[in-house]
């Protein structure tokens, strides 16, 4: 196997080994990129002299030598972020040195390539972006996931082994299920969040988008600025909340996520009880509405009047519609957001973890972002915050690890969900369900990659 | 979001979300062309029944939590 075809942390062992030249890596995946990505359009820019530099200038960190990609929401001291979009809503920003780029320079980590992303964060598919859309390796007519739909396609496509992603409502989970990876949305404020162009954020974190588990650990330990150790969890006791999460999803998510459930039961000798959340009936559009309001201080009806027609049709139209929305249903978020969280805090004395399918049906196509579930026909923009959005809302972590596969041969998603610094805990709970599947899913490439 | 005219009686929701959204930005000197009218009719429809839900939420005793840091748990579980 090449290099570059291997994990995150057997290329980074195999450079710290010589056993692989991190010169000829970075070349490698740079052909790759020039050879693979007009499949995906994952990567939408690179700058192989600034590579090179990286490298040469690298520490003999933990990433020492390794290719990695930056979702397009950080700035890089060469390239400003451009948030998949024509044009900014007010001040323009400014290349810099953003904290995921300052990890992963001091962890020694070669950035390969900024990654694609939905236009301005706005969407869990990633069919919209100034760059067109990304494209999801597994069938490239359906929809990576988004907002770090280039994060998720360049994975899965293996252009690199990891990349960076940032998740407000569920930006890095969404990619993950749809494309087949391990994603995880950290506890608010582990992960460096340094130049986020959203500085007040309550629900944003950045966080790893990698094959596995073990590679998440390993991206997620540089950004948060130390190593997660790792422990084989026993007895976990799992939660699961009757109702929709489980029960309107389509009928073969739900089936491999129950089968799922089971297996990390059985390998940890644990257990599964019913659980409920207060406040659950309001969680999608609470986090939405905290969640996509949160970045509106530069907003101002003049900033938005001069977006031009390069932006899309949809992101001036909402940005219209966001100016809109009542104070009222703002605040009443905010309500529900204190209710939520007392909740799980009281659920979480009772059970490790919670689990539900980590979107409700598998990739919809990009020509029709919609999915089948059983309440109905719904925009997946509708329906995929529902399972995402508390953790953002509550800013406990969650991870999205594969579990199977569609009849349509599409990747279907578990997520798992722990109270406050409990992210060790979730890629231990990702690593025994891996085991438990024998690493089918884990280790499967898309066709494209094979 | 607006269900009802002036007088309370009840308007179609499509021409009420546009009565609403038409008057809301030309308070703010905004204007939205057709297709964009479209677009925030069709995402009004997909959330309106939410967000009025939430409007309608009985949530007057939620004590707030004050100074709330989503890097961990609330401070106090039960407020009273």
Known sequence: ?450 | MTDEGESGAALDPAAATRQYVTAGLAALGLKARDDELAVIEAVDAVYRPSIRALLDAELDLVVPEPRADMSGPPRTLDPS
């Open chain 1, 1 to 450: 196997m090449r290099a570059l075809d291997r994990p995150l942390r057997e290329q980074a062992e195999a450079v710290a080994s010589d056993d692989a030249d991190p010169a000829e890596l970075l070349e490698e995946a740079l052909a790759r990129i020039e050879e693979r990505n007009p499949r995906v359009n994952a990567i939408v820019a690179t700058f192989p002299e600034e590579s090179r530099r990286m490298l040469a200038e690298a520490p003999r960190g933990p990433l020492y030598g390794v290719p990695v990609a930056v979702k397009d929401e950080w700035p890089l001291p060469w390239r400003a972020e451009r948030l998949g979009a024509a044009a900014h809503v007010g001040r323009a920003p400014a290349p810099g040195e953003s904290g995921p780029y300052r990890a992963l320079r001091d962890a020694g980590a070669v950035i390969v390539g900024v990654a694609n992303m939905h236009e301005y964060g706005a969407g869990s598919t990633g069919h919209i972006s100034a760059y067109g859309p990304a494209r999801n390796p597994w069938d490239t007519e359906r929809c990576p996931g988004g907002s770090s739909n280039g994060p998720g396609a360049a994975v899965a496509a293996r252009l690199v082994a990891g990349a960076v992603g940032a998740d407000g409502v569920g930006s890095i989970r969404y990619p993950a299920a749809y494309c087949g990876l391990t994603g995880l949305k950290p506890t608010f404020g582990r992960s460096t969040m340094a130049g986020h162009h959203v500085p007040q954020t309550t629900t944003i974190v950045s966080g790893p988008l990698c094959r596995d588990a073990a590679d998440c650990r390993l991206l997620a330990g540089v950004l948060f600025g130390g190593a997660l150790d790792a422990a084989a969890p026993e007895q976990l006791r799992i939660g699961i909340v009757p109702g929709e999460l489980w029960e309107d999803c389509d009928p073969e998510v739900a089936a491999a996520c129950r089968g799922a459930l089971e297996a990390l039961r059985e390998a940890t000798s644990g257990t599964v009880a019913e659980v409920d959340i207060v406040g659950r009936e309001h969680v999608l559009i609470s986090s939405i509405l905290i969640g996509q309001t949160e970045e509106l201080a530069g907003v101002t009806p003049e900033r938005v009047a001069a977006l031009p027609d390069e932006v899309s049709l949809v992101a001036r139209a909402l940005l219209r519609y966001r100016l809109l929305l009542p104070a009222v249903a703002i605040s009443k978020a905010e309500a529900v957001r204190t209710v939520v969280r007392r909740s799980l805090a009281e659920l979480f004395e009772r059970v490790d973890l919670l689990a539900w399918p980590t979107v409700p049906a598998p990739a919809p196509p990009l020509e029709n972002p919609t999915v089948e579930l059983p309440s109905g026909t719904h925009p997946a923009d509708f329906a995929n915050p529902r399972q995402a959005g508390i953790a953002n809302l509550a800013g406990v972590p969650a991870i999205s690890v594969p579990v199977g596969r569609s009849g349509e041969g599409l990747p279907i998603a578990l997520q798992l969900l722990g109270p406050w610094g409990s992210d060790e805990l979730l890629l231990d709970a990702a690593e025994a369900l891996e085991g438990a599947n024998g690493r089918e899913w884990v280790d499967a490439a898309p066709p494209l990659a094979a």
